[in-house]
Structure formats: C-alpha cells, structure tokens
DNA sequence: ATAATCAATCGTAATATTGCAATATACAAT
DNA sequence: ATTGTATATTGCAATATTACGATTGATTAT
C-alpha cells in the first residue's frame, strides 16, 4: 500500500521514525554534516558543493525544516540553514533511550 | 527518478544512510524495541504483537536482517532473531561520530 | 503419510520518494 | 523599470516502499 500504518504504533515510535527518515538519505546527511561542520549558519554554498541540482538540493532542505532538524533565515540575497537546537536535542535524546535498549551480546542465536 | 545517486556521496555517508532507513520505520522500531527489551532472541511472537500481517511483519524483518541490524536462526519450529551484535557496534559508532559534529548553539540564524 | 504450524515468498495495489527542468518568487544593484 | 542572483515551487517520470492475501516451503506432531 505504500502507506505506514502510524496509528497502530506509540508516539514516540512515529517521532522517531520520522527523525530518522529524515535523516536517512545520503544527500540530507551530508547536508547536515556541512551545517554542523561550519559551525554557524550556512549560506547558499550548498549548491555545487553537492552534486545535485538546485532544485533538489532545495527540495531535501525543505524536508529537514518541515521536521524542525533545521531551520533557515533570510540573510540579505540568500537563506542561512543551521541546526535547531530544540529537535536536536530531541534527537539525540530519543536515539540515546533507544540505543540505550540493546545489552549487550546474547547467547542466542549462535 | 526516485533513484538515490549514491554515487557522488561517501561510503560512509551512503552507509550511514542505509542503517537510518532501515529503522526508520515505527513497526522496525517497535521490533527492534522488542528484540533488544527482551535480551534473547525473539522467535515469532512479533506477529499478534504489533497488528500487522504476518507477510508485513517478515518483510520488515527481512530488511532488518539484509542491512545486517539483526540476525536470525532456526529454532526447532520457529525462526528467532536477536540483534547482531557487529552492526550494532557500527551503528552506535557512526551515530555518535555524526552527532558529534555538532558543537551546539550558535549565534546565528535568529 | 497426513495434518498442523510457522515463516518466507510472490503478486499486486496504493502510495511515497527522488531527481530535475522549467518556472516563479524575492530581493539587490544598476 | 530592468537585470542579475538566489532560492522555492510545480509538474512530471522513474523508481521505491508499505501492506496484505494467497501460496509455498519447512518442520513437528499425530
């Protein structure tokens, strides 16, 4: 069907697929990592540094703002992305609780 | 096109992206929740739990299992899963390296 | 051997994602 | 006002994902 059952699932389960997903693309990675990197806002560079064409380039910043990982402002002529602190928080705390599930090695499964 | 271009992007950053969707999905996260909470393996009783087909809930767990996120063996007359240990490592590793790009607040954007 | 049980696979329908050309919008400089 | 520059949006084609019924394969119990 191609459409995710999310009522079926916690909160927090669809939160934090959604993070995930947004984040689960090469072009959105290196994105964020260019973000976090330069440690300030980033201008416009996004374009020809990557190997994509405006448009998408534009499309997958539009997909990281609408799930609040970043958010972007009018600099003079261009727009400046940077980190949300808030969602980022929000980020590695849930991935922290999740990872935090795992116990270690069993003796299952051999 | 709906084709990913891996190609321009890094080994690392296409991997990191790879492991990010296979979970990012609610029902592989609940699954992976259920693995890791119980500390075993976990042999069928995934379907009945989270209300999804049985045809859903072994598509899910075939991709889980072909990224390497988990691992599963013959039980006499069920199959049982548990997380594999390797990739996890990996996953957590990289995880922690990517958010560790980013060094907090900063001034701009406001 | 037959039936029962569990999990994997196949086939298919509905929907989502990716990528880009073309176009539109917004603003600055002339 | 017009031109140039930067970003966003639209429309579309190709491909991927999600979900499940039906079927198949494998193992256990009778």
Redesign the pocket.
């Known amino acids: 069907?191609?459409?995710?059952?999310a009522d079926i699932f916690s909160k927090e389960q669809n939160r934090l697929a959604m993070l995930l997903?947004a984040m689960?693309?090469p072009?959105r990675i290196a994105i964020l990592q260019r973000i976090m990197i330069s440690n300030t806002c980033i201008?416009?560079d996004l374009?020809g540094e990557l190997g994509?064409?405006?448009?998408?380039i534009?499309?997958?910043?539009?997909?990281l703002k609408s799930i609040g990982l970043i958010k972007?402002s009018?600099k003079?002529?261009?727009?400046?992305y940077c980190i949300d602190p808030d969602t980022w928080k929000v980020l590695e705390s849930t991935l922290q609780d999740f990872l935090a599930n795992y116990k270690g090695e069993t003796i299952c499964c051999q």
């Open positions: 069907m191609g459409l995710t059952k997903k689960a693309h072009a201008c416009g374009v994509l064409a405006q448009a998408t534009s499309q997958h910043l539009k997909e972007g009018i003079g002529t261009s727009v400046c």
